[in-house]
């Protein structure tokens, strides 16, 4: 045990043990599991895929890391409204779901390619100037159009049976409040587990999948992949899936610099400089494309697992390490999957309904720690015609997106090129000239 700058005990995994060392790996695992599973859960991915590529994705990203920083990748949901605009794009062709899938995972894959361009021109032109195309007046207004354009299909999943949805949404508020210690950190696979149990109960649960499903066999199926998809002859739609979801990564390699540097003050080092941003990016992007040209949702890190850091006071990244092994062993087990396919709908929609809102405030929150000035007509605009764009064409469009000729633009992809467009275009103080010359020194301050 030593103690760092705050004066708090920080313990090293050796002097743990290695019984320790696992317990503390499945610790990191249960808590980036509930999060992990709903993504599959939701856009009709497979769940075991998921897991494996979680654990493989994590793997990559602590090799590209030098192994050094202490993260965990699992599910990401930014790309939730992609999945779903490609799923009802692929329906008026007359796609089924599972056709439509894998051409989403091939715009997932190529939005991962971003973060190795983001990743060169960090490592190029320094940090400062590459970021200057990422404001927050723009990330900000995107992530908070991502809850809100998942929030129907939220609200949807809990009217199928609300009461199942309410202790679900019970469950997780009272955890995530009042809980202590490991309650605290896990309260999603808390509410979902206790409501599956009292809908199970209340025969709310067809047991037959469970039962017929096997113990062990293999994560995925081939024509689940992304990989299969450039066998389906369908290149017009790939390029459709490709130009809707790969500007979503613009939101998420922001938040994938807002995780590291949780990380970093969580633990006390400065990991946007050692191993450096550029590499962690590079391990984020790499696990996204391997995740989802084997048919399992985008990776991200985790502050779930931070918030472990935070609890333990062991920041040794083996243990991360132990967890990412662990959760690809149970991604070999098909019942365990089938376990998973039998949730309820309805606690589904009660724990998204809190995730989605979630989504959202933190893209306020974002706003609100960056001190953007509402009052500025420049950032209103801004944020007006992002957050209008990308909620209105995904609820007011055909198939949620924009269509010129057969290639369709989600609303998400047409909000983040105009808001960063505009923010490039808009002088940066066009509303402020006439402020007295004490704010406009402030301003440039």
Not at 48 to 71: D, E, I, N
Not at 141 to 146: D, F, G, H, K, T
Not at 215 to 234: C, K, R, S, V
Not at 416 to 421: C, D, R
């Amino acid at each position: 045990m030593s103690i760092n700058k705050s004066n708090e005990a920080v313990y090293d995994a050796r002097e743990l043990g290695k019984g320790r060392m696992l317990v503390l790996g499945f610790q990191h695992m249960f808590a980036m599991f509930g999060a992990t599973i709903l993504v599959p859960t939701i856009t009709g991915l497979s769940v075991s895929a998921t897991l494996l590529f979680a654990g493989l994705g994590t793997l990559l990203f602590h090799w590209f890391t030098k192994m050094k920083v202490p993260a965990f990748l699992g599910s990401s949901f930014a790309f939730l409204g992609g999945y779903a605009t490609v799923v009802a794009m692929g329906a008026e062709l007359g796609m089924s779901q599972a056709e439509a899938l894998p051409y989403a995972c091939v715009g997932v894959a190529a939005a991962g390619l971003l973060y190795f361009v983001l990743a060169g021109c960090i490592k190029a032109f320094g940090i400062k100037r590459v970021m200057k195309l990422f404001p927050p007046v723009v990330t900000g207004p995107i992530v908070i159009s991502i809850g809100l354009i998942l929030a129907g299909t939220a609200v949807k999943s809990f009217l199928s049976c609300w009461w199942v949805a309410l202790i679900a949404i019970v469950v997780v508020v009272v955890c995530n409040i009042w809980g202590k210690g490991m309650i605290k950190i896990i309260p999603i696979l808390l509410g979902v587990l206790v409501s599956y149990i009292v809908a199970a109960c209340a025969g709310q649960v067809d047991g037959t999948v469970i039962r017929e499903a096997a113990w062990f066999g293999l994560p995925f199926q081939w024509q689940d992949t992304g990989l299969a998809a450039f066998g389906g002859g369908h290149f017009d739609f790939m390029l459709t899936a490709i130009i809707a979801i790969m500007p979503i990564a613009l939101a998420t390699m922001i938040e994938h610099i807002g995780d590291i540097c949780a990380i970093g003050s969580t633990t006390n080092r400065n990991y946007l400089e050692d191993p450096g941003l550029h590499r962690t990016l590079m391990g984020d992007g790499a696990a996204t494309i391997l995740a989802s040209l084997f048919g399992a949702p985008a990776n991200t890190t985790y502050g779930e697992n931070t918030g472990v850091l935070n609890l333990t006071r062991v920041f040794d990244p083996r243990v991360i390490r132990i967890a990412a092994v662990i959760a690809m062993i149970f991604s070999f087990s098909p019942k365990f999957a089938a376990l998973i396919y039998a949730m309820p709908a309805a606690t589904i929609g009660g724990v998204s309904l809190i995730l989605y809102g979630m989504i959202s405030s933190v893209g306020i929150r974002s706003l609100v720690e960056n001190q953007i000035d509402l009052t500025d007509s420049r950032n209103l605009i801004i944020t007006a015609l992002t957050i209008t764009l990308a909620v209105g064409i995904s609820y007011g469009c055909e198939g949620g997106a924009l269509h010129f000729g057969n290639i369709g633009i989600s609303g998400l992809a047409c909000a983040a090129i105009v808001g960063i467009l505009a923010a490039v275009i808009i002088p940066d103080r066009f509303s402020k000239v006439d402020l007295p010359e004490a704010n406009e020194k402030d301003l440039a301050d």
